[in-house]
């Protein structure tokens, strides 16, 4: 690093710069999405001073995980391409180009270089867990109540589910938005506060926050969603087996118990009053069946959310999307899209399989099982809030996956 790193001018270049984008990032949403001018903007100024004063920070990075960022690369050039042809077909996408999922990509080294620094790094970790611990409570609360405690304009939906009433609304324009983002949100803050990574106060034990990972469950059910509930299971049960890497009879039987009561509040609390699987499986079908069509399964179709009565489901409501992220994926964007995609998760997982969980960190994984079931049964990277989560959960691993002390000055 040059000593022109020490400037006072570029440290405050770099927070704010990381301020800006966690605030586009938290606070905009698909059907709110930030102007198109602010993640461009983000883009060019960041990698501009990134590669001015970062570029050795940059270059490494790059090159230590150049399947994630091949990948991305590729997924980046097949989506400008597929949105670029739609728009000649006159498809009137999200934005121009490029929707602002993959500028949030476009970010995501510039993120990463900038969270190589310990004091943004506690910063963005403690903002994560602020924003979590608002949740747990907020959640619940909406969802007793009726009372809406978040600021965006929605109101609550009344669907009654056990003893709840109403579906909470939590931060943003629709419930699964809390699913797909906010709630795997708690394991970025939860993982490296466990590891002592950020802070040595407050300790807690492996249990206790296995336990608290556990409770995430009754966040999940205000939302009245399934996926988020089911994943939130499955995160909880792996953080207790990777407190206790059970041999012991009695562990095993324990987790049956879990897993039984679990069982048995997903049963009654969504039996009735949700839609089932047929409604999903027919959209799945029929957009899978328009995407191998060709040339759409090479170029896709372009993406929006504009309703197209044309692949409206017989007998079925309508709905504007497949509900399925890798159909939605195929559909929209091609073949080559999808395979970039699937090439990008791959890449993700060996990172985190490699540097975590074979060493028993736990918490990438976690994150991954409370944010993948809500892809099956709805939109993923489409979603502005979804593809926000996959970006800083990328940036997190990259960054805590490195053994050396963090650099401190950026």
């Keep these: 690093m040059t000593p022109h790193d020490t400037q006072p001018g570029r440290q405050l270049f770099a927070w704010a710069w990381l301020i800006a984008f966690l605030l586009a990032a938290l606070t905009c949403s698909t059907v709110k999405p930030p102007h198109p001018a602010v993640l461009p903007v983000l883009f060019a100024s960041g990698m501009a001073y990134v590669l001015w004063s ?36 006159g498809v009137q996408g999200l934005a121009i180009l490029l929707p602002p999922s993959m500028w949030l990509v476009l970010c995501l080294p510039v993120l990463t270089v900038f969270l190589m620094h310990d004091a943004r790094l506690r910063f963005t970790v403690w903002l994560f867990a602020a924003i979590c611990i608002w949740h747990f409570f907020a959640m619940p609360f909406e969802a007793v109540t009726g009372i809406r405690l978040s600021w965006q304009p929605i109101e609550l939906f009344p669907r009654d589910a056990g003893p709840l009433h109403y579906q909470a609304a939590g931060l943003a324009w629709q419930v699964y938005y809390f699913v797909g983002l906010f709630l795997p949100m708690f394991y970025l803050a939860w993982g490296p506060l466990s590891e002592g990574r950020i802070t040595r106060w407050p300790r807690m034990s492996p249990l206790a926050w296995a336990l608290l990972a556990m409770a995430w469950g009754l966040p999940a059910v205000a939302t009245q ?103 939605q994926t195929l559909y929209s964007w091609g073949a080559i899209a999808l395979l970039a995609y699937l090439a990008f998760f791959a890449a993700l997982l060996a990172l985190v399989w490699k540097r975590y969980v ?9 994150a991954l099982l409370v944010f993948i079931p809500c892809t099956v049964t709805d939109l993923g990277f489409q979603n502005f809030e979804k593809a926000v989560f996959i970006v800083l959960l990328t940036s997190c691993c990259l960054v805590f996956a490195r053994e050396a002390r963090l650099p401190e000055k950026i």
Aim: with cysteine.
């Design 225 to 327: 969603s399934r996926s988020a509930f089911a994943g939130t299971m499955a995160a909880g049960l792996l953080a207790l087996l990777a407190w206790r890497r059970p041999r012991a009879a009695r562990t095993w039987i324990a987790l049956g118990v879990l897993v039984a009561i679990g069982a048995a509040s997903y049963w009654y609390l969504f039996s009735a009053n949700k839609s089932g699987m047929d409604l999903r499986l027919a959209y799945y079908a029929l957009y899978f069946d328009e995407s191998m069509k060709w040339p759409a399964v090479l170029i896709g179709h372009g993406f929006t959310l504009v309703p197209n009565a044309a692949m409206f489901a017989k007998g079925f409501i309508p709905l504007e999307h497949s509900h399925n992220d890798l159909i």
């Design 358 to 366: 074979s060493r028993g960190r736990v918490w990438p994984l976690c």
């Design 54 to 89: 970062a570029r050795s920070q940059l270059i490494d990075m790059l090159g230590n995980h150049r399947a994630i960022w091949l990948s991305l690369a590729v997924l980046v050039a097949s989506i400008a391409m597929a949105e670029m042809l739609a728009a000649q077909r």
